[in-house]
């Protein structure tokens, strides 16, 4: 069976670098597999692209360019907040800090700059702006039973969990939970 556009549940094996760099970013090699349905929003949209008509034991280097991954840098994304809101944070320029959004998610953001009265601080996604490569591995293809292709979530496997029982976020996509979409319960 290959990967189509929609309703493929897809197993990846993959090593994320940026594109013309070596140093490895993300890697699920020997871990548990990426699983998740085409056509759902679950994994990035250029890399979602590059795997359709690919079949189990192919292989492929996808560059992905950075509008078809976490997008472009929003300058918008950079903002100056009030120091009194990092209270009891012992701050370093790069560190990661995670809070609540307005709409209850999880929301990270990168420390840019500080002083006294201020702090810097970049909502943007740490690899917006930036040209990927995956280095991807096709473990698995099946067609989503009607359940999963109507609701856009993986069923569970006997372990409790998709991917080989651990629920997790690859976050490579706008999909959330087990897998970058499926949620087990």
Not at 22 to 36: A, C, H, K, T
Not at 85 to 98: I, P
């Amino acid at each position: 069976m290959t990967i189509t556009k929609e309703n493929s549940v897809v197993s990846l094996g993959y090593t994320l670098t940026e594109a013309g760099q070596s140093e490895v970013i993300d890697s699920n090699v020997g871990g548990s597999p990426l699983e998740f349905i085409t056509g759902k929003s679950h994994i990035i949209p250029g890399l979602e692209k590059a795997l359709v008509d690919m079949k189990i034991g192919d292989k492929k280097d996808v560059t992905v360019a950075a509008a078809e991954g976490y997008g472009e840098i929003n300058p918008e994304a950079i903002q100056v907040l009030p120091r009194d809101q990092f209270e009891g944070l012992d701050l370093k320029e790069g560190m990661v800090l995670y809070g609540q959004g307005e709409h209850g998610q999880t929301v990270q953001v990168i420390v840019k700059s500080f002083n006294d009265a201020e702090v810097t601080v970049d909502f943007n996604h740490p690899l917006a702006g930036k040209d990927l490569m995956f280095a991807v591995e096709i473990i698995g293809v099946r067609e989503a039973t009607p359940d999963e292709a109507m609701t856009g979530s993986l069923a569970c496997d006997d372990e409790g969990g998709c991917c080989g029982g651990h629920s997790h976020d690859h976050d490579h996509g706008n999909g959330g939970g087990c897998c970058g979409g499926g949620h087990c319960h």
